[in-house]
């Protein structure tokens, strides 16, 4: 179980939120918060929809209203989709490179072009001194 699965009826899902059942049947109608339905067409609530309900609470009594409410949830759901396909694409990455040993490297060389050296092998550094010395106008 994890704080998707759909477990709380709606009575429940009040009660953890601190809010009239019938607040939730609105919520749910608006777009704020979708339960997820039974055969039967009962809402039933995650740990996560009513973590957003309680959130709901919290932005309504700092004044904004239902519609800049669902948009905040909307654009925080969407960061919590683009996190999830960050760690996905991050984890792609690692196993190409895994998969895939012996590729090549690039670097900068001394004159600043883009030298390819084998992985795991690192660019020599140049140990040399250069003195600026400014130009002198006449």
Do not use: C
């Given at each position: 179980?994890?704080?998707?699965?759909?477990?709380f009826a709606?009575?429940?899902?009040?009660?953890?939120?601190?809010?009239?059942?019938?607040?939730?049947?609105?919520?749910?109608?608006?777009?704020?918060?979708?339960?997820?339905?039974?055969?039967?067409?009962?809402?039933?609530?995650?740990?996560?929809?009513?973590?957003?309900?309680?959130?709901?609470?919290?932005?309504s009594?700092?004044?904004?209203?239902?519609?800049?409410?669902?948009r905040?949830?909307?654009?925080?759901?969407?960061?919590?989709?683009l996190?999830?396909?960050?760690?996905?694409?991050?984890?792609?990455?690692?196993?190409?490179?895994?998969?895939?040993?012996?590729?090549?490297?690039?670097?900068?060389?001394?004159?600043?072009?883009?030298?390819?050296?084998?992985?795991?092998?690192?660019?020599?550094?140049?140990?040399?001194?250069v003195?600026?010395?400014?130009?002198?106008?006449?």
């Amino acid at each position: 179980m994890d704080e998707n699965s759909p477990i709380f009826a709606i009575a429940v899902a009040a009660e953890l939120a601190g809010m009239h059942p019938q607040t939730l049947r609105q919520y749910d109608r608006l777009g704020l918060v979708s339960p997820t339905r039974t055969a039967g067409q009962s809402r039933r609530y995650s740990m996560r929809d009513v973590v957003q309900l309680r959130e709901i609470a919290r932005l309504s009594a700092e004044g904004l209203n239902l519609e800049g409410i669902r948009r905040i949830l909307e654009l925080e759901n969407e960061v919590v989709a683009l996190r999830a396909r960050v760690r996905e694409l991050e984890t792609a990455l690692a196993d190409e490179l895994l998969a895939r040993p012996g590729r090549r490297v690039f670097a900068a060389g001394v004159e600043g072009e883009v030298v390819s050296i084998k992985a795991g092998t690192r660019a020599q550094k140049a140990n040399q001194l250069v003195v600026w010395r400014p130009l002198r106008r006449g």
